[in-house]
Structures are given as C-alpha cells and as structure tokens.
C-alpha cells in the first residue's frame, strides 16, 4: 500500500496548471538551476505562491533544491532549483503496474 501512496503523492505533485508552468519553465532552462524569484516572473506568479508550489513539486520528487550565499560578502542565502528527470506512464496499465509493484 506504501507504494501506490507513493505514485498518487507523485501524481498529485502534478496536478496543478502553476506546477505544471513552473515545470516547463524549468525544462526550457535546459535543466540549469534558477532562483525562485527567476521562476515566478516567468510563470507570472507571485513569489509566495511559487514557493508553494516549489515546495509540492520537491515534495513529490520532480524538483531538487539546494541554498547557496548570495555572494562572498554577504549572509544572504539563496534557494536554487533544478528539475529532475522524470517519466510517468499514465495509462490503465501503466497504473495497474505501479499499483502491483512490490
């Protein structure tokens, strides 16, 4: 049961149009790291609201994260981006077999 839990909190990470634009955002970056502030304007989102959907996406496993300092002399840290490689099969049977995996 762990399992098919697993693919649906997958599933759900997806299922959102902001997810899916921030996703695509991503991928057009040519799988290069962007900073959140990078990734609102160009999905047209607020920066709170991006977040929370930056949040769901690493939750789900379709996007990494990692914090860098700003520059040399500053204390300010920032939160970087980048897409996972991923591939769904979304079909009866490609559900069957995520569900019937051990």
Not at 31 to 58: D, N, P, V
Not at 70 to 90: E, G, P, Q, V
């Amino acid at each position: 049961m762990a399992k098919v839990k697993e693919f649906a909190k997958r599933i759900d990470g997806l299922a959102h149009v902001h997810r899916l634009k921030i996703i695509s955002v991503l991928k057009q970056n040519s799988g290069k790291e962007m900073y959140l502030s990078e990734i609102a304007k160009k999905t047209r989102l607020s920066r709170g609201l991006c977040k929370i959907h930056m949040k769901k996406l690493e939750d789900s496993g379709f996007v990494s994260s990692k914090i860098k300092l700003a520059n040399r002399n500053s204390a300010r840290a920032l939160r970087y981006y980048t897409l996972k490689d991923f591939k769904i099969l979304l079909s009866p049977e490609g559900i069957v077999k995520e569900v019937t995996k051990g």
